[in-house]
């Protein structure tokens, strides 16, 4: 079974920046499609960014030029790194993975725990 796990959350104030990490645990397989969804407290689920096998990246306008995904392939690894931070970042974000497809039109069956980012003002 795998399991995505989520780190490098925290409270932060606008302007400064986090760095989220997502490694699978268990017995895994290599995933195609590997991304960052976030949610704010009563709004839905939304794609933030996602990166696939070939190193092509999708990012939400909102983020964009703030938000840097990268991944290690060989270790099934994904970063966020999220730069000038605005409280409108604010939520829980969540690791999400798929085997055979990118997972920035729709979600993969993949989901870590959460993490949650608080930006102040």
């Known amino acids: 079974q795998v399991h995505l796990v989520e780190s490098g959350g925290g409270l932060v104030q606008a302007g400064g920046s986090l760095r989220l990490t997502c490694a699978p645990s268990?017995?895994?397989?290599?995933?195609?499609?590997m991304g960052w969804y976030r949610q704010a407290p009563g709004n839905q689920r939304e794609m933030v960014a996602a990166i696939n096998r070939g190193g092509r990246t999708t990012y939400a306008d909102s983020v964009k030029g703030r938000f840097t995904i990268s991944r290690d392939g060989a270790q099934n690894t994904v970063y966020l790194q999220m730069n000038s931070l605005k409280p409108e970042d604010t939520g829980v974000y969540y690791c999400n993975a798929e085997r055979l497809r990118t997972v920035a039109d729709r979600p993969g069956d993949y989901w870590g725990q959460g993490t949650q980012v608080t930006v102040s003002n």
């Open positions: 268990g017995n895994f397989f290599s995933f195609f499609g």
